[in-house]
């Protein structure tokens, strides 16, 4: 039965890439019949990576685009950071590869379909004005102590810094997202990022494996079973956090004028979804539920990623580090919190963290479709393609001058820069942004002025699956400041 499932598929891939349309756009070298150029993305998280990085390269070198088949799906991967913009401003609409994820976090705001993308970003943009971020420095202030006392449980020597970051950022997110007290999820996040980091690799290996883009044969998998399994574990945090929401309020109700004017108090998203539900919004927990899953996810792992490579870059290069000290003890001073006022003035520390996400991307890519014939420099993409903008090459093309791979954050002092775009391009980028270079700052504080890091970049080897991570190498060693 197995060998007929799969001849049919081999059959329907074949079929299908027959029936692709020519454009003239340049093909990725080594496509073979039938599979196309899936064969190349099949490996571990090790050499994903590297067979990403080459198709940026190669697609820098044929023109800025180029076409790759996926089996019977083709792709139009843009390197250019002109064509890039025009993609990112005219096409909104999601790839195909979110697909992969849809069925269990649902039609929240980072999967939605275009028209109720819209109505939820219109909904959800006032959670994210600047009044609101404001009110939840205590908590980055305090999970900055939390991570020193991370740290500390580790001793002397070198250690893995992934887990303990990880940690720290589940639980800032379960306080500012979806309104658990650090009292509730303490010694309680383990099971989380495990279930969290299955669901995502699980995920990538759908990408790699071009026979389990098939819901159908997807479904006999012990990948499903396992996805189910760590699915539900995600769901069940934010669902015990809306009821848990939901009796607060029932016994403390809390009206839309109130909400305007706890200016002194913490609102979390969970907070303001539920007042917005008032006026329909979101009409069920389940709807309200997957909007708290897909912001737990992409907050606390993408910024706890990036957290990760930066401290192991910043320990590689002492001279930046103390720049960063020296900055934090002029505008912060040597043992106070951080305040909304002083976080604009860390300018140098706010150019580390962009120099860091420059080079490691942790989010190398992302996919769009157009409903247009989509006109670039050089070439028409067809309506109804799929594309994937390259966001880790652009910010390693060539525009960025000579010294493109290198880290150096001065570069952020001059006005002559190229595309950035950590948090995705376009009116569909990442909703959360100042959010994370928020928290991002704050941790970093207390790490730099209670901690000297030493790191090697040199030796980490990276992986690839729906974020770039280090695989290696990436050990860190922390020796405590003399303060005096």
């Known amino acids: 039965m197995l060998v007929l499932l799969l001849l049919g598929v081999l059959l329907y891939l074949f079929v299908w890439s027959m029936r692709l349309p020519g454009t003239g ?36 070198k044929l023109g800025g685009v180029v076409s790759v088949n996926f089996g019977p799906i083709k792709v139009y991967v843009v390197a250019d950071p002109d064509d890039s913009a025009v993609v990112a401003t005219n096409c909104l609409a999601k790839g195909f590869f979110y697909d992969f994820s849809n069925a269990y976090i649902g039609n929240a705001i980072l999967c939605a379909k275009l028209p109720l993308w819209k109505q939820q970003r219109k909904a959800l943009n006032p959670a994210f004005k600047q009044q609101i971020l404001n009110n939840f420095m205590d908590i980055f202030n305090n999970q900055g102590r939390r991570l020193i006392m991370q740290f500390a449980a580790h001793g002397p020597g070198s250690f893995d810094h992934h887990h303990p970051i990880l940690i720290n950022n589940l639980e800032s997110s379960l306080q500012t997202l979806a309104g658990y007290h650090i009292d509730e999820i303490a010694d309680k996040c383990d099971t989380y990022v495990q279930s969290v980091e299955e669901f995502l690799h699980i995920v990538s ?14 479904s006999f998998s012990d990948l499903k079973k396992r996805l189910d399994k760590c699915t539900n574990i995600i769901h069940s945090y934010s669902l015990n956090a809306i009821k848990k929401k939901r009796l607060e309020r029932k016994f403390n109700s809390t009206s839309e004028k109130d909400l305007n004017c706890r200016t002194e108090e913490t609102i979390s998203l969970l907070d303001f979804i539920l007042d917005q539900d008032k006026s329909k919004q979101f009409l069920t927990d389940e709807e309200i539920r997957e909007q708290i899953d897909v912001f737990l996810i992409a907050s606390f792992d993408t910024s706890a990623t990036a957290l990760i490579y930066l401290l192991t870059v910043v320990g590689s290069y002492p001279e930046v580090q103390q720049k960063i000290y020296d900055e934090i003890l002029a505008e912060v001073g040597d043992n106070k919190d951080v305040t909304k006022d002083v976080l604009p003035k860390l300018v140098y520390l ?56 290198q880290f150096r954050p001065e570069r952020w002092f001059t006005e002559n820069l190229n595309v950035f775009a950590p948090f995705s391009m376009g009116k569909r980028n990442c909703i959360g942004k100042v959010y994370a270079m928020m928290s991002m700052k704050v941790l970093l504080v207390h790490v730099f002025r209670h901690y000297k890091v030493t790191g090697d970049i040199s030796n980490t080897e990276h992986r690839l699956g729906v974020l770039l991570k280090p695989a290696t190498g990436h050990h860190i060693k922390l020796d405590k400041r003399n303060k005096t």
């Open 25 to 60: 756009i340049p093909e990725l070298p080594g496509k073979l019949p039938i599979i196309g150029h899936g064969l190349m993305f099949f490996g571990d998280g090790k050499h994903i990576h590297k067979t990403f990085k080459w198709l940026g390269e190669e697609a820098i």
């Open 350 to 405: 706010e150019a580390v963290i962009k120099e860091t996400l420059r080079i490691y991307t942790v989010v190398p890519a992302i996919a769009r479709k157009t409903d247009i014939d989509l006109k670039l420099k050089n070439y028409t993409i067809p309506k109804g393609s799929s594309i994937s903008i390259m966001l880790g090459t652009l910010h390693q093309h060539p525009q960025w001058g000579p010294d493109a791979h």
């Open 205 to 218: 290996e759908r990408f790699s494996k071009i026979w389990w883009y098939s819901d159908y044969l997807f």
